[in-house]
């Protein structure tokens, strides 16, 4: 009669203990164990491979959807390109939270700005008397602070 508890080994052998039975594989089935060893090693390697695929993919797909978000045409293109037409040059820096609330009002349509920083070209912008950013230079005459699209409409001419 063959007890409950007993655990049986490929070679037919029974064993009491799972600790025996361990042991008897080592010694006499190392095959068996490397194999499943290998199969686990695998299996962690897989695990790994497609969880980085799946990084990979998401890294992908984000940056192909900003891309595709900033090629867009802005809201304000036609409105940026005619100020850029007329002459039209804001001035600014990018650590000034006005400049930025100025040009963030353009959207995607910023590009279409010719934008001076002046942190880059002091000496364009002292030439020009610009003591505050953002300062817009349009017909030769130079408007310091944020100005509304009715405004910049109003001394270009451009409609908005």
């Known amino acids: 009669m063959e007890n409950e508890n007993s655990l049986k080994c490929c070679c ?3 064993f009491q203990s799972r600790e025996s039975l361990e042991q008897h594989l080592n010694d006499k089935h190392p095959e068996i164990r490397q194999s499943a060893e290998k ?8 695990k790994k491979y497609l969880l980085m695929c799946g990084v990979v993919l998401a890294v992908i797909i984000l940056a192909y959807t900003f891309y595709f978000r900033f090629q867009l045409p802005g809201q304000y293109d036609s409105f940026a390109k005619c100020l850029t037409e007329k002459g039209a040059v804001v001035y600014g820096n990018d650590f000034c ?11 995607n349509s910023k590009k279409h700005l010719d934008y001076v920083k002046c942190v ?4 364009l912008c002292d030439s020009k008397g610009i003591k505050t950013t953002p300062t817009w ?18 001394l270009s001419g451009c409609p908005v």
């Open 120 to 123: 880059d070209n002091k000496e």
């Open 12 to 14: 037919g052998r029974e």
């Open 39 to 46: 199969k686990a090693v695998q299996k962690k390697r897989l």
């Open 97 to 107: 939270s006005y400049t930025n609330k100025q040009l963030n009002w353009f959207e």
């Open 137 to 154: 230079e349009i017909g030769g005459k130079t408007y310091s602070g944020v100005q509304d699209f009715k405004r910049l409409a109003e």
